[in-house]
């Protein structure tokens, strides 16, 4: 019986064969989505200028200090300060501008009073206004460089731009920064069975699914898809594919199918001299394929039940494609929690489950299978929200016990 390979010995194969793929410089707009691959330093203070958190009146910190309900301070308004405004009006004593937030503060104010704190709010607030709350000296007030100096590192290279980063990135002044190129992946389904869905099936025939679940989990990656391909199990297809994927400069060509130990393993029997194909200490993934060409495209055969190649792309492709890319991290987050139910494991393998996570209970959380085990179960795959991950040593999972949970949702 051949060997099981541990998950981390063949996830340290495919590690070892990936090359960066380079880099480009786009404006932030086209960077969302993509690794980050230089530090992006600040090119202005953030905030840029001392300014107010509220709405309301700068006034001095000495006129308003003893202020209260019982004593109300006596204030004329001198100016007003809309968001925007480049005006820097003195104040004297006794004297208070009317500001919006974001408004650049007048250099003679030490403190914001808010509309709420005043006898007349906004409704009576261009006039002489009377303040009934002393506030301390600078409150309310955003100072200069106090999130980030200009030159300071806003963020770091490695990480996956987002919504959040990108605004952090704007927010600094920056208008372009240094990606990694997307990862070009081809997509290739095997089996004589494969039909597209939504075709009338004729004896033998299932929808094709899989194409569409690895097109998306490379796109969730950052790829690219280049080629989206079905090939029978009789034919030289896989060769093919691989052919028009090195014209097209893939980086990537993930097959799902012909990798067992079946008489039609297509990809197996036309791939041999540049792929190797293994037994993974693994349920479900256990067989694997993986190699490399010559111009460098990295090749993943890996097996057709779905819940199979979902898996095997989360453990195996998605690192590669993250790692090709810079990413500092390629892990997912992990939960730890209890199990509602019990369910069986199997015997010397590693056991990635799809589950549902319940939050009925905001303060105990707790994971069910999303699906009865089978690694061909489609639909019940499509409930999933994470993967409970079992240690090979561990014989069975009982009601209660913790699992680590992998989120990939």
């Given at each position: 019986?051949?060997?099981?390979?541990?998950v981390e010995?063949?996830?340290?194969?495919?590690?070892?064969?990936?090359?960066?793929?380079?880099?480009?410089?786009?404006?932030?707009?086209?960077?969302?989505?993509?690794?980050?691959?230089?530090?992006?330093?600040?090119a202005?203070?953030?905030?840029?200028?001392?300014?107010?958190?509220?709405?309301?009146?700068?006034?001095?910190?000495?006129?308003?200090?003893?202020a209260?309900?019982?004593?109300?301070?006596?204030?004329?308004v001198?100016a007003?300060?809309?968001?925007?405004?480049?005006?820097?009006p003195?104040?004297?004593?006794?004297?208070?501008?009317?500001i919006?937030?974001?408004?650049?503060?007048?250099?003679?104010?030490?403190?914001?009073?808010?509309?709420?704190?005043?006898?007349?709010g906004l409704?009576?607030?261009?006039?002489?206004?009377?303040?009934?709350?002393?506030?301390?000296?600078?409150?309310?007030?955003?100072?200069?460089?106090?999130?980030?100096?200009?030159?300071?590192v806003?963020?770091?290279?490695?990480?996956?731009?987002?919504?959040?980063?990108?605004?952090?990135?704007?927010?600094?002044?920056?208008?372009?920064?240094?990606?990694?190129?997307?990862?070009?992946?081809?997509?290739?389904?095997?089996?004589?069975?494969?039909?597209?869905?939504?075709?009338?099936?004729?004896?033998?025939?299932?929808?094709?699914?899989?194409?569409?679940?690895?097109?998306?989990?490379?796109?969730?990656?950052?790829a690219d898809?280049?080629?989206?391909a079905?090939?029978?199990?009789?034919?030289?297809?896989?060769?093919?594919?691989?052919?028009e994927?090195?014209?097209?400069?893939?980086?990537?060509?993930?097959?799902?199918?012909?990798?067992?130990?079946?008489?039609?393993?297509?990809?197996k029997?036309?791939?041999?001299?540049?792929?190797?194909?293994?037994?993974?200490?693994?349920?479900?993934?256990?067989?694997?394929?993986?190699?490399?060409?010559?111009?460098?495209?990295?090749?993943?055969?890996?097996?057709?039940?779905?819940?199979?190649?979902?898996?095997?792309?989360?453990?195996?492709?998605?690192?590669?494609?993250l790692?090709?890319?810079?990413?500092?991290?390629?892990?997912r987050?992990?939960l730890?929690?209890?199990?509602?139910?019990?369910?069986r494991?199997?015997?010397?393998?590693?056991?990635?489950?799809?589950?549902?996570?319940?939050?009925?209970?905001?303060?105990?959380w707790?994971?069910t299978?999303?699906?009865?085990?089978?690694?061909?179960?489609?639909?019940?795959?499509?409930?999933?929200?994470?993967?409970?991950?079992?240690?090979?040593?561990?014989?069975?999972?009982?009601?209660?016990?913790l699992?680590?949970?992998?989120?990939?949702?």
């Amino acid at each position: 019986m051949n060997r099981l390979i541990p998950v981390e010995e063949h996830l340290a194969t495919v590690l070892s064969a990936v090359s960066d793929i380079g880099t480009e410089r786009l404006p932030l707009a086209a960077s969302r989505g993509r690794i980050l691959r230089e530090s992006v330093h600040a090119a202005v203070d953030l905030p840029a200028f001392d300014n107010s958190a509220m709405d309301g009146f700068a006034v001095r910190h000495d006129d308003i200090a003893d202020a209260s309900a019982d004593h109300p301070v006596r204030l004329r308004v001198v100016a007003d300060l809309p968001a925007g405004t480049a005006l820097d009006p003195p104040l004297g004593r006794g004297e208070a501008a009317r500001i919006m937030t974001g408004s650049p503060l007048p250099t003679a104010a030490t403190a914001i009073v808010p509309f709420e704190d005043t006898v007349g709010g906004l409704a009576d607030s261009l006039g002489d206004i009377e303040v009934t709350v002393a506030k301390p000296f600078g409150a309310h007030v955003r100072r200069r460089g106090e999130d980030a100096a200009a030159g300071d590192v806003v963020l770091e290279a490695g990480i996956l731009l987002g919504p959040l980063q990108t605004a952090a990135i704007a927010a600094s002044g920056v208008a372009d920064v240094v990606v990694s190129r997307r990862p070009r992946v081809a997509v290739v389904s095997t089996g004589s069975e494969l039909v597209p869905p939504g075709t009338p099936l004729r004896r033998g025939q299932i929808p094709e699914s899989n194409g569409e679940l690895l097109e998306a989990l490379a796109l969730g990656a950052g790829a690219d898809v280049v080629i989206s391909a079905t090939v029978s199990d009789d034919d030289g297809g896989p060769r093919e594919v691989l052919e028009e994927a090195e014209r097209l400069g893939a980086d990537v060509v993930v097959f799902s199918g012909g990798v067992s130990a079946g008489a039609y393993e297509v990809v197996k029997n036309t791939l041999g001299d540049v792929m190797s194909f293994t037994s993974v200490g693994m349920q479900p993934g256990k067989p694997q394929g993986f190699g490399r060409t010559l111009a460098g495209i990295l090749l993943f055969g890996l097996p057709g039940n779905p819940v199979s190649a979902a898996v095997s792309f989360e453990v195996f492709v998605r690192p590669a494609l993250l790692t090709m890319q810079g990413a500092t991290d390629h892990a997912r987050r992990v939960l730890t929690l209890p199990a509602a139910v019990g369910w069986r494991t199997p015997p010397g393998r590693a056991q990635y489950l799809p589950v549902v996570i319940d939050t009925t209970d905001p303060a105990a959380w707790r994971v069910t299978p999303a699906t009865s085990g089978g690694s061909h179960l489609a639909g019940g795959l499509g409930r999933a929200e994470a993967y409970a991950i079992v240690p090979a040593e561990v014989a069975r999972v009982d009601p209660g016990d913790l699992v680590d949970v992998m989120l990939i949702s």
